[in-house]
């Protein structure tokens, strides 16, 4: 399984397409350090919040984490240039993703943080000077900025650093129902551009190309959910099976894609083995067969490809060679 331990509500973004700003927790209320301890060893572990960089006792964090995981991740907004990089120094085998919503003045506008593409340029070029390597940006994409989408990638192209994207949600942790895509056309004609780019990678070295192609596969389920192909887009979710998250307070929980807020224990007060196989998890699997969000979260379909690798590469050799006779992507 895969966790995500949202480590704060507190953020110093204003974004668009997420309200957990507005709805910050208290330093008093977050789980202590500790408590991570009780995770199972060799996950891979995402970092997150709100902006993680906000705690006091971040650094305690990773020094419980980052040995237990077999990769452990940071999401950051890159505004704190000195203590993320004071992380990668100490923890050079780090995923580091910073997150950007285009180029300056489209990313300042979705972020509401001034200054904020600087201060991610800043970081990420800070980070390529140190021993951290797997660095990138990461977009969420909207159709407020899809504009910028192939710049973004070519700006991670130039500077050799990783991109990482994902499509704007509305659910309990986002606390919005009102994400829409206005411009759906649009939207899948310029996402189909970028499918196209990433399996025509300009990328040096063969991993990276791949990488690139695996992101292509992954981008045509944003691409079908762009087209309206309600939930046919998209492998079945693997919530709870494949993957789980922890809020600040200690909340074991399946997705952070649900309308409201699905929790299975807490971490302080009972072990997470009993919390995932207890009764609760099994009611909790039946609401997640039943539900009708159509999330597309790359760690769905990261799991996916793993069971199912003929199915990525097929895909990915069929619409190459497509390419290469100068005809479009196809999803299908």
């Not at 009780?38 to 993680?52: A, C, Q, S, V, W």
């Not at 979705?110 to 390597?133: N, V």
Request: hydrophobic share 35%; aromatic share 10%.
């Amino acid at each position: 399984m895969q966790a995500s331990c949202i480590v704060t509500f507190r953020c110093n973004a204003r974004c668009t397409m997420c309200n957990i700003w507005k709805n910050p927790t208290k330093p008093s209320e977050e789980l202590a350090p500790e408590y991570y301890e009780k995770l199972p060893d060799n996950m891979r572990i995402n970092i997150t919040g709100g902006e993680p960089m906000l705690r006091d006792d971040i650094d305690e964090i990773f020094k419980i984490l980052y040995p237990k995981a077999s990769l452990l991740e940071l999401s950051t907004n890159g505004y704190y240039t000195e203590k993320i990089v004071n992380i990668a120094e100490k923890y050079p085998k780090l995923l580091i993703r910073v997150s950007i919503e285009g180029l300056p003045a489209v990313n300042d506008r979705q972020r509401g943080i001034k200054d904020g593409f600087d201060h991610a340029l800043r970081t990420m070029l800070e980070l390529k000077k140190t021993k951290c390597k797997n660095i990138g940006f990461s977009i969420v994409i909207t159709d407020r900025n899809i504009d910028d989408l192939l710049c973004v990638y070519e700006l991670s192209n130039y500077l050799g650093v990783e991109l990482g994207n994902s499509v704007m949600h509305n659910s309990w942790y986002f606390h919005t129902e009102q994400n829409i895509i206005q411009d759906t056309e649009k939207a899948f004609t310029k996402e189909m551009e970028f499918i196209a780019a990433l399996l025509q990678s300009k990328r040096k070295g063969f991993k990276k190309k791949i990488k690139d192609y695996g992101r292509a596969y992954f981008n045509k389920s944003i691409a079908g959910r762009f087209r309206g192909n309600a939930g046919r887009y998209r492998p079945a979710c693997g919530a709870l099976k494949d993957f789980f998250f922890i809020d600040p307070a200690g909340n074991v929980i399946p997705c952070n894609g649900t309308g409201e807020k699905w929790i299975l224990g807490n971490i302080k007060d009972d072990t997470f083995q009993n919390i995932v196989s207890g009764n609760k998890a099994t009611e909790i699997l039946k609401k997640i067969k039943e539900c009708r969000r159509d999330c597309c979260f790359i760690v769905t379909d990261r799991h996916d490809m793993a069971r199912n690798p003929w199915k990525p590469v097929m895909w990915i050799l069929k619409n190459k060679l497509r390419l290469f006779f100068n005809k479009p992507v196809i999803l299908n």
